[in-house]
């Protein structure tokens, strides 16, 4: 793709990023086939190449964004399935991210959307406040069909029946490996996942310590910039990420920082391009090559045989470990070898429509694209859904009375962890 940024602009290195990402795309139109906002809406500008044109015209121009690419931007889930599928390596991810801080900036939204976007930047990240957010949306749920906004709406629905209690795993300590230490490991804990689920990370520590692995979890750790960043809030989650990068550079030597929120993963592996040009360069690119997902690294250092437990698993491939981190075969490997039998969605690389807060602000199209997801999955008459992400198993959940659950849950499970929870009426 032509583009005609000045010697001015190409000074910016935000800029001079978008432009090289520009450059590659030829228009070929591969990217349309597998983006779920262009197959729920049918508009070419909710296509991967249609936002690229729109965001090509905003940044030349140096316009303040106006509300039509607004709403074509916000639409887009960053799944990076047009990631997976382009034949001439656009870095969409990239791109999007600097259109939405672009967008932050420029551009001045109603002010229903600003509180919108306010409060979840505000709440979300924080596992105490998120609880209590949660508390109040369920003595909402009464009144919930009264609210005068689809997004209102969305965001009481999405409140559990139960919240768990927090977990003590998730303060700063460390576990000793059982066993002779192999490996010395940190584990990024999460935010939402904190509140919605805790026992993923006590499997994911139990897991962890069995197969001879030290678990640190450092002090001061906390959200990992990714809601913010998808927002386009860029200094917000810069500080965040900011943050963790310290804490983990603090806790001593690793041999990797573990993530069982894909969503988390993708952003941490890409901390490296997000402080290129800053002092903390070096830190950041030390801490996002250490960054694992939980199943690459137990693909790594090797999982013994399990005990099968004679369950029928739908994989469900969350986008921002499939696309996102290219993570494909690893977690249906290990399933397999601890003896689940796994299979398959069909149309397996199109998202669930959860995509952080994207549920909650497109509500109308992450619905269709919940249904069309769960009945893909139901169509393989599982006993159990897995997933490697909180908000995918958050939105399918929503949606089936299959249990779902995390995947090192059936993990730690066969392998000498307690059943999960929610199995708790299977045989």
């Known amino acids: 793709m032509q583009t005609n940024f000045t010697q001015d602009q190409l000074a910016d290195p935000g800029l001079a990023r978008a432009n090289e990402i520009l450059r590659a795309c030829v228009h070929c139109g591969f990217c349309t086939a597998t983006c779920p906002s262009y197959q729920v809406l049918g508009d070419e500008l909710d296509s991967p190449r249609g936002r690229i044109y729109l965001i090509k015209e905003m940044l030349e121009t140096g316009r303040p964004a106006d509300a039509e690419t607004v709403r074509h931007i916000d639409r887009c889930l960053s799944c990076l399935a047009c990631m997976t599928t382009c034949p001439s390596g656009v870095h969409y991810m ?144 810069h500080a965040q990420a900011a943050r963790n990068i310290r804490a983990y550079l603090a806790a001593g030597p690793l041999d990797a920082v573990i993530i069982n929120t894909s969503g988390c993963g993708t952003t941490v592996k890409d901390y490296g391009h997000m402080f290129r040009t800053g002092p903390l360069a070096a830190e950041a690119a030390e801490v996002a090559g250490l960054a694992l997902d939980i199943s690459e690294f137990l693909q790594q250092i090797g999982l013994p045989e399990g005990a099968p437990k004679g369950l029928r698993v739908a994989y469900h491939a969350a986008c921002s470990l499939q696309h996102g981190q290219q993570v494909k075969t690893a977690p249906k490997d290990l399933l397999k070898r601890v003896g689940f039998e796994v299979v398959e969605p069909a149309d397996s690389h199109l998202c669930c429509g959860s995509a952080g807060t994207y549920n909650l602000l497109q509500p109308e199209i992450s619905a269709e694209l919940k249904a069309r997801k769960v009945a893909t999955l139901e169509a393989r008459r599982p006993q159990v859904i897995a997933a490697g992400n909180i908000g995918c198993m958050i939105q399918i959940g929503s949606g089936t009375a299959v249990p779902v659950v995390h995947t090192v849950e059936l993990l730690d499970w066969a392998t000498g962890g307690p059943k999960p929870r929610a199995l708790a009426d299977l045989p």
Request: glycine content about 6%.
């Open 94 to 237: 990239h791109l999007i991210d600097h259109a939405r801080a672009h967008v932050e900036k420029t551009y001045r939204r109603p002010l229903l959307d600003r509180l919108l976007r306010f409060a979840l930047a505000k709440i979300v990240p924080y596992p105490g406040r998120f609880r209590l957010a949660m508390r109040g949306a369920r003595l909402a749920r009464p009144v919930a069909r009264l609210l005068p906004d689809a997004r209102l709406k969305a965001m009481v629905a999405m409140a559990p029946p139960v919240l768990p209690k927090p977990s003590e795993s998730d303060r700063p300590q460390v576990f000793a490996a059982i066993g002779e230490r192999r490996h010395r490991v940190a584990l990024q804990i999460g935010c939402a996942q904190r509140a919605l689920d805790p026992d993923i990370n006590d499997a994911t520590i139990r897991l962890l310590r069995r197969l001879g692995c030290e678990v640190v979890i450092p002090k001061n750790l906390g959200c990992c910039g990714a809601l913010s960043h998808h927002m386009g809030r860029a200094s917000e989650s």
